[in-house]
């Protein structure tokens, strides 16, 4: 379970473990269990949105208007649909992720933090932490608890959606790529779908948007070629930050969308993962116009949803930026970005909407009700940390994965899980963030 160093970031010789936390953390079973049976249908929702270009534009309208980043992304999705999609085979691979939200008598409910849509991360790592975690529990003489922690393998769940994808593409000498970042600390975790890959005789080759730029072309029937070898699927790892794209990036991206290559996401599935999207989706009616005659796989989704609340312009969003500067603790305060760290909370949150509650700039935001989970104890591992025990909040994420092939859905399921932890006094981010772990639920 290993990371490359923030001082050696490009050397594979130099490594150390990622964080973990010594124990494995309890999770009820009912909640892990509710979230695991509702993947399926937020991939029909994903892949429904991804498809729905009236949708798209209407709830992103007062979004394009003031984040730049999320509209030069709706740009290329609107040129590639005005030229005609070329792509054919549709590839989804995401992840749901909750908390455990704990009510005043003590119960305790699912509630969604958001869906990743690009680049979700650590399916490879977490296959291997239960590992570790039952190696921990027989040495301190728990036999019978390192026998209950589940098997979970996502690297082989993930690396199974995108060798179907391959498959339909149909050219036996294409080539996966992983788009990949400048700095690759969490190479690793990437290693494992990779590995798994090569063990089904797919090629995968590793590139750059820089590389895209100054090897990558179209034939005549839009194929990718990347250095000579024709791509049948491009799995981004990078892509999901404003700080990844220059302007050479942002040609290299246009490149790819145009392509006939099964994108891991295309665009319209990375703009359907967006927190305004989100917010959208808890509107009532909005999943009944999204799949209609669905009413049971609607049901399973909104159980998990947490209030959501639109800062657009008008009275609603007037109303609640007030509630919301008034009583910021209630509340956290969402930009359209992905990665963790993002996200805004008590009085930064209350001073970042009283500048700018007059302003079209609180469109590009959304809120959402704060959860309350009900801290436990662990021992956080860090390297070069004191090791000490801390209360911890825990986040649980579910990997789905799909294929489509035209209209027809080839590949649906639940791919694995992914338990991080933090601290309770970290109020945002992830393990790539340097502020969760990752970790094993132990069911009770």
């Not at 199974?160 to 050219?171: D, F, Q, R, T, V």
């Not at 999207?277 to 989704?301: D, F, N, Y």
């Not at 998990?304 to 930026?321: H, K, M, N, V």
């Not at 956290?332 to 930064?348: F, M, S, T």
Request: charged share 25%.
């Amino acid at each position: 379970v290993l990371m490359r160093t923030e001082e050696q970031p490009h050397a594979s010789d130099v490594v150390n473990y990622a964080p973990f936390t010594l124990l494995p953390s309890a999770v009820p079973r009912a909640l892990f269990e509710q979230a695991y049976a509702v993947q399926q249908d937020f991939n029909l929702l994903v892949d429904a949105i991804s498809q729905n270009k009236e949708f798209l534009e209407q709830t992103l309208a007062s979004t394009i208007k003031v984040d730049e980043f999320t509209a030069r992304l709706f740009g290329i999705y609107m040129q590639v649909l005005e030229e005609g999609l070329a792509q054919t085979v549709f590839l989804g691979i995401n992840r749901s992720d909750y908390m455990f939200d704990c009510g005043l008598d003590g119960t305790a409910a699912l509630r969604q933090i958001e869906i990743n849509t690009i680049a979700a991360s650590f399916g490879g790592l977490t296959s291997h932490t239960a590992n570790v975690h039952r190696l921990v529990l027989k040495v301190l003489g728990k036999t019978e608890e390192a026998s209950r922690l589940l098997l979970n393998n996502p690297a082989k769940g993930l690396a199974w959606g995108i060798a179907k994808a391959w498959e339909l593409y149909g050219s036996p000498r294409a080539v996966v790529m992983f788009l990949v970042e400048e700095i690759q600390r969490n190479i690793f975790d990437q290693r494992c779908v990779e590995n798994e890959l090569w063990n089904r005789n797919i090629r995968v080759i590793r590139k750059r948007f820089r590389d895209v730029f100054e090897q990558g072309s179209l034939d005549a029937s839009r194929r990718l070629y990347v250095d000579g070898q024709e791509v049948a699927v491009v799995y981004y790892r990078e892509g999901y930050v404003p700080q990844n794209y220059d302007q050479q990036n942002w040609e290299a991206r246009l490149l790819l969308e145009r392509s006939r290559a099964v994108k891991c996401p295309d665009i319209a599935t990375q703009l359907a993962g967006t927190k305004k999207v989100q917010q959208e989706l808890s509107r009532p009616g909005t999943l009944e116009k999204l799949l209609p005659g669905r009413s049971e796989a609607i049901a399973r989704m909104r159980a998990t949803f947490a209030g959501l609340y639109s800062l657009d312009e008008g009275e609603e969003g007037d109303r609640i930026a007030a509630t919301a500067i008034a009583d910021p603790d209630r509340f956290v305060l969402k930009p359209q970005r992905e990665g963790g760290g993002n996200n805004l909370y008590g009085e930064e949150l209350r001073q970042v909407l009283e500048k700018i509650k007059d302003s079209p700039d609180r469109t590009s935001y959304i809120l959402m009700d704060k959860i309350k989970p009900q801290p436990a104890l662990n021992y956080l591992l860090r390297a070069h940390s004191p090791l000490q025990v801390s209360e911890c909040i825990s986040e649980l994420g579910i990997f789905g994965v799909y294929v489509r092939q035209g209209q027809e859905l080839v590949l649906n399921r639940a791919a694995g899980h992914l338990l991080r932890t933090k601290a309770v006094e970290h109020a945002d981010g992830g393990v790539a963030a340097g502020v969760a772990v990752l970790d094993t639920p132990y069911l009770v």
